[in-house]
Each structure stands twice: as structure tokens, then as C-alpha cells.
């Protein structure tokens, strides 16, 4: 956003009062806020003084809106800064808000353009008659006719260089003129070949209560009978699903003590407290200290020969290198050395071995 700043001082009046037409607009805007809230109406009350200013706001005016409100001038000034609505330098008798944004431009708003200044100027210029003075703005929020402009307060639509230049022509002269499309446009409506809302039944009001009719037919049996027989063939006692379809079958509850609660009785059962109680059921046995302990049961099993051809079922005789189960190894009758599996060695007359 530009920087805005108020107009030079050898614009600005000396003075600037109030006047009882905009004293009474003040007086009905402070109206609708509570006490101590008068401040909320500071923007109204700066748009008012701008009209009695001549569609600008003097320093004066800006002081003269912060004192009868009863607020500092730095905070009146700071809202007629920031609002771009607000002029902070002289402005013709009509003031053109030229639309350069580009919807308007797509319509053709470079020729109107071209119209301005070739009829008034550059920007912020006013006339020599003080009549005209042009400023170009962001959208106006009036697309569906562009290209337009804002005369003072009053929209101007569907333009073209032709019918503008009358229009500043009639506004110059003082004649009355056409506000809104230039073209003849009923509003936003497409201005050629209309094709939405012929039917006057969609808004002449004649459709009113008509969807209430339609339910209150829809809403009655059919008099075929159909419906009663489409309840009649509803079950009246529902099934159970299958258990095989993944659902849990519910069981009795088991005798547990939140049972019991539910039921009214006594968490314990009566007979399991007096069984427990009873010493002669007690149950006892040997102690399991290294006095009292029992030696493990020792198997009394050895190794069996198992055959070496079990399709022959003929045993393996007992070999003296196996020893018997329990035997501890230095007290068995042979140990294997690996000497069974050494060669015989023979020795010739002449000393050799093979």
C-alpha cells in the first residue's frame, strides 16, 4: 500500500466546523453504541465530513470528527490514513474511481482510460472548473458489466468510449443522467439471448406450498395394498445370527463372586468359608528342607544292543567297549583309545613293516 499523507498546508482550510445537518448524523450514529463507545462511530462520522468538506478531508475536519467523539487525533488520523475510501487531497465535483483491474481491462477499460485523460488529465488533476478529477482504483467488484467506473458515489456500467464521453458530457452540462448499465442491462443478467428463469412459474410465486402437496401424496399407502403386504412379510421375532458366523455364543455366567453379588448373595459361598476354616482338612506333607528331601528315582535301564541290520533283525553282539548305564568312566573294563581303528602291522624277515 502507498504511503498516504494529508494534503500540503496551502490546501488545507483554516478552519472546520461541524454543520447541524452533519452534527445531527452524529448525533444518531453515537445513538447505537453503549456509553463510552462513541469511538465505534468514527468511521461514519469521517464520511460525513468528507461530504460537508466537498468529498475530501481536511486536517481540520479530521480534528474537528476526534473532538466531538472525544478521541486523540493520532487515532482519528490513523483510521482516515488507512481507509483508501477516505480522499486526503482536494477532488473534483465529480470524482471518477477508474477501474483498472483486469476483467475491466479485458472489456476494453485501456479505451476509457485514454477517454480520462485526454478530457481531464493525469491523475489527481482537477479541471480548471473544478468539475472533474480521476484516480484509478482496484476492483470495484463489478466484473459481470465491465468496463465501469465509480462517480462519486453512483456505479456506471457497460461502457464504451462513445457513451462515456456523453456521459461526462451530460454530467458537465448539469442534465440528468443514466445510472448503472449504459447499455440497457437489467442488472448482471446476460444482455442478449436470456435463457435462465423463462418459465415465470419459477419466481411469479405460484410454486409456493407445492413441495407439500407432493409429500403429502407420497406420504399416503399405496391403495393397491402393496405396503401391507410388504410388512406383513417381515418377520416378527428376530433370528439369532448363526454361531458360525464369527460371532460369540453367550453362556451362563460361571459361579464367581460378582455373580453371587448380582444375584443377592454373599461374595463367598458359606460352605466354601467353612470347609476352608476346617483345621482336620488342612492339607500337610514333608517337609522340603535337604533333611526331608527324597532322592530322584535313578532308571534302572541299560544300553540294549540294537541291530546293526534292522531288515535283518539280527543284534549286535555286546561290545566290551560299550559300558554298562551308571558305570563311571574309570571303572569301566575298557576305554576306547582309537586303537581299533589302527591298522594290524606286520613285520617281515627282513624288518619290514607293512
Known amino acids: ?30 445513538a447505537k453504541y453503549p456509553p463510552g463507545r462513541q469511538a465505534s462511530a468514527v468511521i461514519a462520522l469521517l464520511g460525513k465530513a468528507q461530504e460537508q468538506a466537498g468529498g ?16 486523540p487525533v493520532i487515532r482519528v488520523m490513523e483510521v482516515a490514513t488507512f481507509y483508501t475510501m477516505f480522499n486526503l487531497e482536494p477532488v473534483g465535483k465529480y470524482f471518477v474511481q477508474f477501474c483498472g483491474t483486469t476483467p475491466c481491462v479485458l472489456r476494453g477499460a485501456g479505451d476509457i482510460k485514454k477517454v480520462l485523460e485526454r478530457r481531464i488529465g493525469d ?14 482504483v482496484e476492483c470495484l467488484g463489478a466484473c459481470s458489466n465491465a468496463p ?27 442534465r440528468p443522467v443514466r445510472k448503472g448499465s449504459q447499455i440497457g442491462r437489467n442488472r448482471s443478467e446476460p444482455f442478449e439471448a ?110 540294549v544292543a540294537t541291530p546293526s541290520k534292522p531288515e535283518e533283525g539280527s543284534p549286535v553282539p555286546v561290545s566290551p567297549t560299550t559300558p554298562v548305564a551308571g558305570t563311571p568312566p574309570s571303572q569301566a573294563e575298557t576305554r576306547r583309545d582309537g586303537s581299533e581303528s589302527k591298522p594290524d602291522v606286520v613285520v617281515d624277515k627282513d624288518n619290514k613293516t607293512s
Open 56 to 71: 475530501w478531508l481536511p486536517r481540520k475536519a479530521i480534528e474537528a470528527v476526534a473532538a466531538r467523539l472525544d478521541m
Open 194 to 303: 436470456v435463457k435462465t428463469l423463462q418459465d415465470p412459474s419459477l419466481y411469479d410465486g405460484s410454486q409456493i406450498g407445492a413441495w407439500r402437496k407432493r409429500f403429502e401424496e407420497q406420504a399416503q399407502p399405496a391403495a393397491t395394498g402393496e405396503t401391507e403386504a410388504a410388512v406383513a412379510s417381515v418377520p416378527q421375532e428376530a433370528r439369532a445370527a448363526k454361531p458360525g458366523a464369527g460371532r460369540a455364543i453367550e453362556t451362563e455366567a460361571a459361579d464367581t463372586p460378582a455373580e453371587r453379588v448380582k444375584k443377592g448373595e454373599t461374595p463367598i459361598n458359606p460352605a466354601d468359608r467353612k470347609e476352608a476354616a476346617d483345621p482336620s482338612r488342612a492339607t500337610t506333607g514333608d517337609s522340603h528342607t535337604e533333611e526331608g528331601a527324597r532322592p530322584a528315582p535313578q532308571s534302572g535301564k541299560s544300553y
Open 1 to 30: 500500500m502507498a504511503v498516504r499523507k494529508l494534503a500540503p498546508e496551502e490546501l488545507q482550510p483554516e478552519s472546520f466546523v461541524l454543520s447541524p445537518e452533519t452534527e445531527a448524523f452524529a448525533q444518531q450514529q453515537i
Open 148 to 174: 465501469m467506473v465509480q462517480i462519486n458515489d453512483d456505479y456506471y456500467e457497460d461502457l464504451t468510449p462513445e457513451n462515456f464521453e456523453k456521459l461526462l458530457d451530460d454530467l458537465a452540462a448539469g
Open 123 to 136: 491523475q489527481n488533476q482537477i479541471t480548471a472548473d473544478g468539475t472533474f478529477s480521476w484516480l484509478e
